[in-house]
């Protein structure tokens, strides 16, 4: 069985993430208010070593509200989500009807309430729901391993020139989505109930009966054939690599969990869920020619990667972030490549051509964040139909479809230069 969790984003709406907080100040317990008919979600709740999440304060399809206190008697149940060692917050127990279940007793309690009420939960064939989901729904869909819970009775039931207007529309994740649509072998096909669902979507920029839709696993394949760096650049790569760890004065960099591309962790303070999966790498401690670990030093210059030209200095919740278009390097999609580097003391100004090597910037201190000083590296393949003066920080995201994010990780694993920390945890200052 899943695990059943409240996703990042309700915990954001709540305030109940830490952030430089101490873990006695958030509330130990959350509770979720849910209607009879959504006892057809945990007749459903998928099984895999992953975790999934019922929308709670904002998302397609809500109205099961999360609370911080505990909610007066009503109809329906309510799921009582405790808060674990690591700060998430996971279903433990379900109170119905006066009585407390574990969750994985509820569960085969469901199924069997749902079968004596509605029958067998089927898809009806040809139906389905369609959504064009923001970037952060896109984003816990993607934590959710593509599985949602949203309410098919308040969703369209074809896409129509309203969805295709909100994928243009600003915060949207520039994508299509579809959940087929159940209903019980008892009941009429009207009756339509929330179930876990695998999402399906199209990439087709004007949506209709006749796009091509993919399952989710598809959709995860062609994300991952999106992320490969640029081979012109390897070398390159290798090279910056190697002079920041000369100029921060260490042998190699010790990498741990939470610094990594597509990690869902912070590796810093209580290592709280980062909103969205890591959008690149974060170079912040090394080991020094004494053996010991050391935080990257303050004033180190950083380097462009190639030869480009910034088309932006943004802000970002450290320093800023510098962005390089690097015109050069391009795909027959069209998409050019593009790095930023975040975090950092700038030197250059939007419009500045830069050379491979040429400095950037240099590494700074924190301020007004529990973030230790660090490097954060993203590559991006972005479509030449974004205007590069556009470009904001929320265009790299996870959860932005048109863009694709690039994994280095093949070019830090056995490379002397890093060490990559096998155990959870990580630097907590």
């Known amino acids: 069985m899943s695990t059943l969790r409240v996703s990042i984003e309700d915990m954001v709406s709540l305030k109940v993430r830490a952030r430089g907080r101490g873990k006695k100040e958030l509330p130990a317990v959350l509770y979720q208010c849910l209607p009879e008919r959504a006892m057809s979600l945990f007749a459903t709740i998928p099984c895999g070593a992953f975790a999934v999440s019922i929308p709670g304060n904002s998302a397609p399809g809500s109205g099961c509200p999360i609370l911080k206190a505990v909610p007066p008697a009503a109809d329906g149940f309510v799921v009582v989500y405790d808060r674990a060692p690591n700060g998430r917050y996971e279903a433990a127990t379900v109170r119905y009807r006066d009585k407390s279940f574990a969750l994985a007793d509820f569960i085969p309690f469901a199924r069997r309430r749902m079968g004596e009420s509605v029958g067998i939960l089927k898809a009806i064939p040809g139906r389905y729901a369609y959504v064009a989901p923001t970037r952060e729904e896109w984003g816990v869909i993607l934590r959710d391993n593509g599985y949602v819970a949203w309410d098919p009775s ?63 696993a598809e959709y995860q394949r062609v994300r991952a054939s ?177 863009v694709a994010l690039v994994d280095f990780m093949n070019e830090l694993r056995g490379n002397p230069l890093c060490s990559l920390c096998p155990l959870e945890g990580g630097p907590a200052k």
């Not at 019980?184 to 009966?209: H, I, M, W, Y």
């Open 154 to 216: 308040g969703m369209p039931c074809d896409a129509d020139p309203e969805h295709v207007a909100n994928l243009r529309a600003q915060g949207s994740s520039g994508i299509l989505a579809r959940v087929p649509v159940f209903a019980g072998d008892k009941r009429p096909r009207e009756d339509v109930l929330p179930v876990f669902a695998r999402v399906e979507a199209t990439f087709d920029s004007n949506p209709g009966p006749g796009s091509d839709w993919i399952g989710f």
């Open 226 to 402: 999106r992320t490969c760096p640029p081979e012109s650049t390897l070398s390159g790569f290798r090279e910056w690599l190697r002079r920041l760890t000369e100029e921060c004065g260490f042998k190699c960099w010790v990498l741990c969990p939470g610094m990594l591309f597509g990690d869902r962790q912070e590796w810093w303070g209580e290592r709280s869920r980062r909103r969205t999966e890591h959008e690149g790498v974060d170079f912040a401690t090394g080991l020094l020619p004494n053996g010991e670990t050391g935080n990257i030093p303050g004033g180190v210059p950083v380097r462009s990667l190639a030869d480009g030209d910034v088309v932006a200095v943004l802000d970002d919740f450290i320093g800023k972030t510098v962005v390089v278009r690097h015109s050069a390097i391009s795909r027959e999609d069209g998409d050019v490549f593009y790095t930023c580097l975040s975090h950092i003391q700038p030197r250059v100004r939007p419009m500045d051509s830069v050379a491979g090597g040429q400095i950037v910037g240099t590494t700074g201190k924190s301020t007004g964040t529990s973030a230790p000083s660090h490097i954060h590296l993203t590559g991006a393949w972005i479509p030449k139909t974004l205007v590069p003066s556009e470009i904001r920080m929320d265009h790299i995201h996870p959860g932005f479809v048109p």
